[in-house]
């Protein structure tokens, strides 16, 4: 005879039962039409953003899924297979582990006594939810503010491989937005040579990975308006843009949340850009030049 332990148990019940309901809704009368769930849209203008002490929450009116993230500084120590349907990530130097449940209470309550099984406790928990929220399923996150019986894992964040790197300033800054701002500059400067870039968000402070040496005569070019103008011009068109899928606002919330800041911040995106210059773009030029 077979033998789980508890935790285990509760991993095949939380891969189980969501399968079981999306078998559930294969025949039988069909239900009334709905987009699905990667399709539909929320204006960021009409939305509500909410903290409640450590609970970030955002409500999706007709939305077919709910989204629930739990942040801490602690890391689980036992593996899960892709499978699951669970998410762990790092950002910001906190451990990020997701969910994606149809809105349904039952779920939800699943999903949040796995995560108390299963999770390592810590100190200084958020808990961001992102659905059709009412206040039901909100007090059903309470269990994650309890004590948590998984174990945590003791691994430190290795550095991401790379030939060069940039450090970004703070989350939440106007340094930062223009550091991206020259961060795309410097991608055009290079774009003869094909680069590799990419981000790396794990630890506290963002970093941008090259796959190549960066020569210091890029550096040494102060940025020109020919050069400012059509990426300033392409964020300013991404940020007036104000359709946003489920997915897209719940990470929002989640960056949100991983660095404290203001409930508004991704909401004024636009007025942030306006304060953007050139001179502020060739600060950033000037400060990555003097920390490599």
Known sequence: MFHFSRRTLWIIVYVTIPLIYVLNQLGGEPESESADAEDQLWSLDELSFER???????DLPQANQLWLTVV????PAEPLDSSSGVRVSLQGGRTLVSVVNPARLELLETSVDFLVEWLPDGDDRQLILS??????WV??????NGRLQGQASVEEIQPAAAVARLIAPPMGS??????LIWIDVLEQRLSGYQPEVRWDHRAERSQVLFSQTLAPNLFDEPVS??????????????????????????RYLVTTAVYDLPLDFLLQQPERLARIDLAAVNQQRQRTQEAR
């Open 52 to 58: 409640d002490g450590n609970r970030w929450l955002v």
């Open 72 to 75: 801490q500084n602690e890391a």
């Open 131 to 136: 659905g059709p929220l009412n206040d039901e």
């Open 139 to 144: 007090a059903a996150l309470e269990p994650l």
């Open 174 to 179: 106007d340094e930062q937005l223009a550091f």
């Open 225 to 250: 308006d020919a050069e400012l103008a059509p990426v300033l011009a392409a964020y300013q068109a991404a940020a007036e843009q104000r359709q946003r899928r489920a997915d897209q606002i719940h």
